[in-house]
Nanobody, 124 residues
Framework: QLQLVESGGGLVQPGGSLRLSCAASGFTLDYYVIGWFRQAPGKEREGVSCISRRGGITIYSDSVKGRFTISRDNAKNTVYLQMNSLKPEDTAAYYC?????????????????WGQGTQVTVSS
């Protein structure tokens, strides 16, 4: 059974960093585009970043561009989201999702498999 598990969330001060991990089991990540999404209470889900199957193409939302970096290690079946210069407005539950596709996307509707999420809280 295809499963995605996020980890690495937590409480961090503004300006700090966190690295989220998305580990896949039950399938090989090589064939999947992986995206990171977030949702804050009372707000719509937002596509944050996405990486192509081999990692050659990465895309970011304007709100995180220049601060977040997505990467993948297909040998470890894991995708990462390095988050630097965190701001209070980055506070949200973060989810990774997989799409059996060759096209990167920040649209949640394009992804069929989702993890349970990990909470990121940026506060002093």
């Amino acid at each position: 059974q295809l499963q995605l598990v996020e980890s690495g969330g937590g409480l961090v001060q503004p300006g700090g960093s966190l690295r989220l991990s998305c580990a896949a089991s039950g399938f090989t990540l090589d064939y999947y585009v992986i995206g990171w999404f977030r949702q804050a209470p009372g707000k719509e889900r937002e596509g944050v970043s996405c990486i192509s199957r081999r990692g050659g193409i990465t895309i970011y939302s304007d709100s995180v561009k220049g601060r977040f970096t997505i990467s993948r290690d297909n040998a470890k079946n894991t995708v990462y989201l390095q988050m630097n210069s965190l701001k209070p407005e980055d506070t949200a539950a973060y989810y990774c999702a997989a799409a059996l596709s060759s096209r990167t996307s920040l649209r949640g509707a394009d992804f069929g498999s989702w993890g349970q999420g990990t909470q990121v809280t940026v506060s002093s």
